[in-house]
Structure formats: C-alpha cells, structure tokens
C-alpha cells in the first residue's frame, strides 16, 4: 500500500521541555492510525504538527510526498491534511448545514468576488455545496437536524458534526482529535462505526485518541508515545504484548518499590 | 418564498419613497430646513457605522473609526484646497487611502483579538488626531478651512451633478447625496452579508481555529472586511469635511468612534441594517434629551445601560420575535 502521511524524526521543543522528540512513522493509504499514550505524551502536539498548527523544531511531515510541516494551518488544508477538534469545536450560532456547506470553502471555484457578484459559478457552487451538505450530514446520521442551530445538539451529534465539516473539506487524511472522549459505551461503538465508514469510502485516518478499547477495535495499526518519544508501533495485538506498552501504562512503581 | 421576497422588495420601495421624496416634501412643507443638516449627518455617520459593524461581525470591537473619518476627510480636503481635485474624485479617493492604510495597520493588529484589539483601536483614533496636529500638510490645530463646496460633476459633458455652490438649497444637495450614498452602502453590506463572504465571515466570529482548519485564510479575509470598514469610514468622513467646510484635527474623535460603536451596539449586531437603525436613535435621542439640561449624559447613559441589559441583540431584535410570535 501506498504511504500517505510521512513524519520524519519531527521534534517540538518549548523552551527547555521536548514535548515531541525525534518520532517518525507513516500512515498507508486508506489505514485507520492511531496514537495513543499516557496523559503528557505529547499526542496533542503531535497532532497539532501533523495539522500544522504548529511548527516543528526539527524533522518534517509529508503528504504523497510534499514537505506540509511549516505551511499554514489553511494551506495544509488545501493539500488535503484536515483536522478535526478535541473539543466540541463548531460553528456555534449557525444551523447544523450551514456549517457543513461553510466547510466546503475549499471545494469553491468561484472568487470572493464572485460570491459578491452572484455570478454563475458562485451559484453554481452553492448548489453543490448544499447537495454534498446533505449527503454528508445523511452519512453521518445528521439528516433529521439539519437546521437545528449547531449549538443546541446534545454532545454525541456535536462530535459527529466537527467529522461532517472536516469530511466536507473532501481530505485526503483525516485527524480526528480524541473522537470518543467523553462517550458512553453505546456513543462509541456508534462513533467506531462512523469512522469505519468514513475508511470504507477511501479515507485515510489518523486519530489521537485514550479510550484503549475503541482504539484496539478500531485501528490497523498503532503507534504509542511516552514522555514525547515513540516507544512503539505495530498493529493492536502487537501493542498489547509490547512490555514497553505495558510499562508505560501501569507504570514500573512496581519493581522500584521492590514489589 | 417569493411572497418573502416581495414583501422584501415592497420594503425596499417603501424605503426608498420615504427617504427621497417623502422626508424631502415634508420638511419643505414645515420649512425646518435644519432638519436637512441633521438627517444628512445621520447618513454619514450610519456609513461609519455600517463599517464598524462589518469588523464587529468578524469578531473585532471596532473603536477605531473615527481615525479613518479623520483621515478621509483630510485627504479630500488637502486634495481639493493644494492640488485643485474635484471633490467628486476625492471622494473615492480618499476611500481607497484609508483602505490602504487600513491594510498596512490591519496586518498586525487584526491578529489581535477581544479587548486587546478594541484597545488598539482606541488609540488609533487618538494618534490621527495627534498626527493631524503635528504634521505639516494638515495645517494643525487650526485646521483646514473656506473649503469651496462640491463642483459640478460631468462626464462627457453631460452635467450629472450641479454646482453645489450655484444651488439655491446645497442642503438639500447634501442630503441627497448623502441618503443616495447610505443606500449604496447598505445595499453592498446586504449582499456582502447575505453571499457566502458573510457566512465566512461569521465563521471567522464564532471560530477563527475552526475556520482556519477548512481552508479560510482567515488572515486574508480580516484584512479584507477591515479594509471595507476603512473604507466606509473615509468616505463620511470626506463628505462630512465638504459639509462644513472646514476639517480639524478634533472634527472626530475618541467619542466619535465609541458613538459608532454604540449605534451598532444599539440597532443589533445581528442585524445588517441595525447601524442605521442605531445611528437615528442615538442621534435624535440625544438631541431631545438636550431639554434635560445637565443631566442629558446621566440619563443618556443611563439609558443605553438599560437598553442593553433588556435588549442585548439590539432594537431590531424587537422586530424578530415579534414576527416569531405572530
């Protein structure tokens, strides 16, 4: 399979503190990733990198080849690396499909003066935007709140519309910021089956994330960070008998304790 | 739907019926011609207004207008007194000079957000002030006076607009332009709005993150709605130097730009006509307090605190849920 996403030896230091140190790994075309980790791992920065929300001290990231790392977080964009946010991250004072066609500024042919104008393409465009709208919000089960305001959704729906308005970017990959933080059992086994969708219709995935048995569920493979450093990578029986994993989970207090 | 867009298009009539020819006939019936002056100043100053609140509407508290209404009015002035321009091309002129400025000083504030950007823009205002007193061009504190009214405008020899200075009524002229130029101006902010550059906009005010993360080059659009706002700005201003005839380093200051402010503040800023609605109220509500004599600026704020703890979208937010209601 063709690699997607390359991050080569990216490093982000703040001051005196590595919070991401020398990590490589790729993602595949059309594979589920995952990053998991303690808390302080440096997985938001990690991905925050990726997204181009910030800028590496060293090493760099590659989409289908073309250095990202460094570009604007709206320039990334364009190339095809499109995030979605931990929290519930919306366009809070707009209806549910106003914000799935606003998402789709990318797709637009026409110039701001276009839109000003009116002109063909501008309306054209707004055709289009609203019949993608529509199939995206139906995908994701939105269909039936559609023009509900964003911010009245309770917290499952909200989540699933910041994955309609990264979808309606039309990625090549999607960053999904911790997806089932925050979800009940039956939220996530839903939410794990969205995104098994998404995969079916030749997305490529990359997602941070804590809740351990949605990961293992749901990824191909996984990579684990510990104090900014990658201290694993396989798939997820691979990562469940890695003692490294296993340390940095339960901690190695253990032995230090003479147990 | 089409009924909506009828009654829309009726408003639109309805509107326009009053402000050219109804408002006209009736102060020439009663013969309070002063009326003319004061109606002409609640256009430009709604123009103003109209700017402001298009930076309020991607997410910037705008109290830095009356730097660009300085501003324009001095580049109009100075073209016409030491360079001979027709005030027609000043116009237009100095529009496009606070735009630019508005450019060059947006690209570093407009990063800024909240009260950190009010703030700025705050002493924007003050530093046109200070730098009309001390630059040489600006003539200082005395001002640039005996500015010669509005030329005729014609163009291939087809007279458009007379000579404000051969007009019996050149009040009547200033209205008229000043009305016509309100209408343009809230015509375009109409559109603005209701294209898809208002959606991005919004998208900038209740997310700049989010924004960014599908694609809007958010840095580019700020600048953008800033530059309009200037714009609109600069051009009152330009008018209201060629009303009074005279431009002054104080013909607008600090408690101009909050008043703008204010008028958004009051009308809704949800509302893209809410200036104009604002800058009325604020105008005459203050004029009919006068008879309170010391205690107009008591009452006066008294009011506006009122107001804006009752009706925190503005006025027009009365209309809404009445139409929700009914």
């Known amino acids: ?259 | 739907m089409t009924r909506n867009r009828n009654t829309r298009i009726a408003a639109v009539v309805v509107f326009l019926a009053i402000v050219f020819v109804v408002v006209p006939a009736a102060i020439s019936s009663s013969g309070r011609f002063d009326l003319y002056y004061t109606l002409t100043s609640v256009a430009l100053l709604s123009i103003a207004s109209a700017g402001v609140w298009l930076t309020f509407y991607i997410g910037r508290i705008n109290i830095g207008q009356g730097a660009y209404a300085l501003t324009g009015g001095y580049v109009s002035a100075i073209l016409v007194m030491n360079h001979g321009w027709s005030f027609w091309l000043t116009l237009p002129v100095a529009g496009l000079f606070c735009a630019a400025a508005s450019v060059l000083i947006g690209l570093p504030i407009l990063r800024l957000r909240g009260v950190y950007f009010a703030m700025v823009t705050l002493v924007l205002t003050e530093v046109a002030r200070l730098l009309a007193l001390a630059l040489p061009i600006t003539n200082g504190a005395k001002g640039i006076v005996s500015i010669p009214l509005p030329g005729a405008l014609s163009i291939f020899g087809l007279t458009i607009i007379p000579d404000f200075a051969t007009l019996q009524n050149s009040r009547l002229a200033f209205y008229l332009l000043a009305v016509t130029l309100m209408v343009v101006c809230f015509a375009v902010m109409y559109r603005l709005v209701n294209s898809r550059i208002g959606k991005l906009c919004q998208s900038l005010q209740q997310n700049e993150e989010l924004a960014s993360s599908i694609g809007v080059n958010i840095a580019y659009l700020r600048v953008i709605a800033y530059a309009v706002s200037s714009f609109f700005g600069g051009v009152s201003g330009a008018i209201f130097a060629a009303i009074s005839q005279s431009i002054y380093p104080s013909s607008f200051t600090v408690t101009d730009s909050v008043n703008f402010m204010l008028n958004c503040f009051l009308g809704g800023l949800g509302y893209v006509f809410g200036p104009m609605l604002g800058t009325l109220v604020l105008y005459f509500g203050w004029d009919l307090l006068f008879q309170t004599g010391q205690f107009q600026l008591l009452i006066y704020s008294g009011l506006m605190i009122v107001l804006m703890l009752v009706l925190p979208n503005g006025l027009l937010s009365l209309a809404e849920t009445t139409r929700k209601k009914g």
């Open chain 1, 1 to 259: 399979m063709a690699e997607m996403l390359e991050v080569s030896g990216i490093t982000k230091r703040f001051g005196g503190l590595v919070a991401v140190n020398n990590v490589s790994f790729s993602v595949r075309e059309k594979e589920i990733l995952s990053v998991i980790g303690p808390n302080g791992a440096g997985k938001s920065t990690l991905f925050k990198l990726i997204s181009s929300f910030l800028r590496p001290t060293a090493g760099e990231v590659r989409l289908k080849g073309e250095r990202i790392s460094g570009l604007a977080p709206h320039i990334a964009a364009r190339r095809g690396v499109v995030r979605t946010f931990q929290e519930t991250t919306i366009f809070k004072n707009m209806s549910v499909r106003d914000n799935v066609i606003i998402a789709h500024h990318l797709r637009s042919k026409a110039s701001l003066l276009g839109f000003f104008l009116g002109t063909g393409t501008a309306i054209a465009d707004e055709a289009a935007f609203g019949q993608s709208a529509d199939e995206i919000l139906a995908l994701l089960g939105l269909s039936s709140l559609t023009n509900e305001t964003a911010r009245n959704l309770p917290h499952g729906h909200l989540r699933a519309l910041g994955i309609a308005i990264g979808l309606a970017t039309n990625p090549s990959i999607l960053l999904l910021d911790e997806p089932f933080a925050g979800m009940n059992h039956d939220e996530t086994m839903r939410m794990v089956e969205m995104v098994r969708r998404l995969r079916e219709r030749g997305l490529t995935i990359l997602l941070v994330e804590h809740d351990m048995p949605a990961v293992m569920k749901i990824s191909d493979r996984l990579v684990v960070l510990n104090f900014g450093q990658k201290i694993a990578e396989g798939t997820p029986s691979e990562i469940q008998a890695n003692e490294k994993v296993i340390e940095a989970y339960l901690g190695s207090e253990d032995e230090a304790i003479g147990l």
